[in-house]
């Protein structure tokens, strides 16, 4: 019998398995696809995320990241920091650096075949994949937001729960700088309702020859999608000269967060649990974060006997919880605030303020806590709304 099983091998599954491992936990390691392989993801790692680990190579780093470029129509604005304050990254190498090091902790790994089957008994965890069955005094479920393994234990995710990103990677012929480039997109044509909204947005992240643009939110037909990222790409042509561009991925990003992510012996973790930013669609924080928590978790209830309710859930109640109630709220403000308010100034508002950009910027190093960030947003908020009201207007990326 294993100590602990894994179902898939991403940034969540992989950290919770290295964290296992090097407590000498006995942990089997389970992913449907074979590495290295590719994701639909902008590559985006934020300093609070790498800080966590403390052997990233850089030999993996695509980009260092000093600041954020915000692309509103015809007009942008640009945040810069005099540190790095992220890097990019391409999940191939990043996945299978996290992967090498858990099997260089002891873990074990099967690639290329699916769990199909999870049955929680009072003592163990019956798990199958392809014709084996293996048990396990634990279960961590890292397969992903559309993971059917997670949906059989945890229960069925809300049906709005998710939202939708394309992406694309474009290899240009000029150096693309080192600023995350965020692109605004106008109202859902088909205007969902508030509490299920995604603020949709593109983005157009660097790497060393190549550009990953993107495109997500809720709501919003797949043709408006393709239309927005068709100008996203015309528009990084304009500035860095298009070579060649690679085929659009899609892939789902959780909107809110499981009910229920525990049980008596299996934890949800990363974007299975619906561990990411409603605001943003930043997910590698919390997959590092909660594989960490759900490492240690494990190490508690095998080597102490604790609760997974008080090893996991504790944890993660106070590591990702309140980061993510407070860009839920967030993320609604700004559906809202798109309903009157004039979206380039009161980003404008926001974005001048010497305070809340230096409040950013300690908030993405990891500097301080969310609770800083938000109370200077909030401060800032009545006067924001204020100079934006009236005049509604959310810009369409740039017409070219």
Not at 127 to 141: A, C, D, P, R
């Amino acid at each position: 019998m294993y100590d602990v099983v894994i179902s898939g091998c991403g940034p969540a599954g992989a950290n919770a398995a290295y964290q296992c491992a090097s407590a000498g936990l006995q942990v089997l390691m389970i992913d449907r696809e074979d590495f290295p392989r590719q994701k639909c993801c902008a590559g985006g790692l934020l300093a609070r995320a790498y800080a966590r680990l403390p052997d990233f190579p850089a030999s993996i780093i695509e980009k260092e990241i000093t600041g954020a470029k915000f692309v509103l129509g015809d007009q942008s604005l640009e945040i810069k920091s005099d540190k790095r304050v992220a890097v990019t990254v391409k999940r191939e190498k990043f996945d299978t650096f996290l992967l090498q090091r858990a099997l260089e902790a002891g873990a074990e790994a099967v690639t290329g075949i699916p769990v199909t089957k999870a049955i929680e008994k009072n003592d163990h965890v019956d798990i199958t994949y392809g014709n084996e069955t293996v048990s396990s005094k634990l279960f961590i479920v890292a397969e992903g937001a559309s993971s059917r393994i997670a949906n059989l234990i945890f229960g069925a995710p809300a049906h709005s729960a998710k939202a939708i990103a394309f992406a694309q990677d474009l290899l240009v012929g000029s150096d693309p700088g080192d600023n995350f480039v965020i692109y605004t997109i106008g109202r859902s044509p088909t205007k969902p309702k508030l509490r299920n909204r995604f603020p949709a947005y593109g983005w157009a992240f660097p790497r060393k020859d190549s550009v990953n643009i993107g495109v997500g939110g809720v709501g919003y037909p797949t043709a408006y999608f393709q239309q927005s990222l068709e100008k996203i790409l015309k528009h990084v042509d304009i500035q860095h000269h298009l070579v060649a561009a690679e085929t659009i991925k899609a892939h789902p990003i959780p909107y809110s967060i499981r009910e229920k992510f525990y049980t008596r012996r299996c934890m949800a973790v990363g974007d299975s649990a619906g561990f990411a930013s409603p605001l943003s669609g930043e997910g590698f924080t919390y997959a590092i974060v909660s594989g960490q928590d759900a490492g240690q978790a494990a190490i508690d209830f095998i080597q102490q006997n604790t609760s997974l309710a008080e090893a996991y859930g504790s944890r993660i109640k106070s590591d990702i919880l309140p980061y993510l109630r407070s860009s839920t709220l967030a993320a609604r403000l700004v559906a809202l605030s798109a309903s009157f308010c004039n979206i380039p100034t009161l980003v404008e508002e926001f974005s001048s303020d010497e305070a809340i950009k230096k409040t950013c910027i300690e908030y993405v190093l990891g500097n301080c806590d969310w609770t800083k960030l938000f109370s200077s947003c909030m401060n800032k908020l009545p006067r924001a709304v204020f100079r934006s009201f009236g005049h509604p207007f959310v810009p369409e990326p740039p017409f070219c």
